[in-house]
């Protein structure tokens, strides 16, 4: 990774707290090629209201729209490209980085996982409550329908 380093390319490696160095981004970049789960420091980036580039792995499960919360590439070409488009255009970084913190707040606060398990507890135990319940939710909780159970 040192060798990436230059005059506008600062390499740190581990650092204890991610968020100075986020808050001082103008877009956070997420090129993974394998991801398992939801990507943390995704989430981080998102609600710090910071626009995020990503490719398609560490999207998987992730409540938020490309081009509307996120922006979602294919490969490295699309990746390059899109990251240049929102360095180009800070309105609509501004604007993504807005939507990418109301989506976090959204889906992944505290209270909307309680919110979600009230719903469930108020489905009463019935496949056919909790998947009312994962249908009331919808949009707000993407892997709620995990808990669907099985006979």
């Known amino acids: 990774m040192q060798a990436l380093a230059g005059e506008d390319v ?11 160095y986020i808050a001082h981004a103008d877009l956070v970049v997420a090129p ?29 499960g992730l409540a938020a729209r490309d081009g509307v919360e996120c922006s979602i590439a294919d490969d490295g070409d699309e990746l390059c490209r899109r990251v ?15 939507a990418a913190r109301d989506c976090v707040l959204r889906a992944y606060s505290w209270s909307a996982h309680l ?25 707000a909780a993407p892997n709620a329908a995990a ?3 099985t006979p």
């Open 10 to 20: 600062v390499v740190t490696g581990t650092v204890p707290d991610v968020r100075p």
């Open 115 to 139: 919110r979600t398990l009230d719903w469930l507890l108020d489905a009463q135990g019935t496949d056919a409550g909790l998947a009312q319940a994962v249908q009331a939710r919808e949009g």
């Open 84 to 98: 240049v488009e929102l360095l180009g255009d800070p309105s609509r970084r501004a604007a993504i980085g807005a």
């Open 32 to 60: 993974l090629r394998i991801a398992r789960g939801i990507q943390n420091k995704v989430l981080e980036a998102m609600a710090m209201a910071r626009p995020v580039v990503l490719s398609a792995a560490p999207a998987v």
């Open 147 to 149: 808990l669907v159970r």
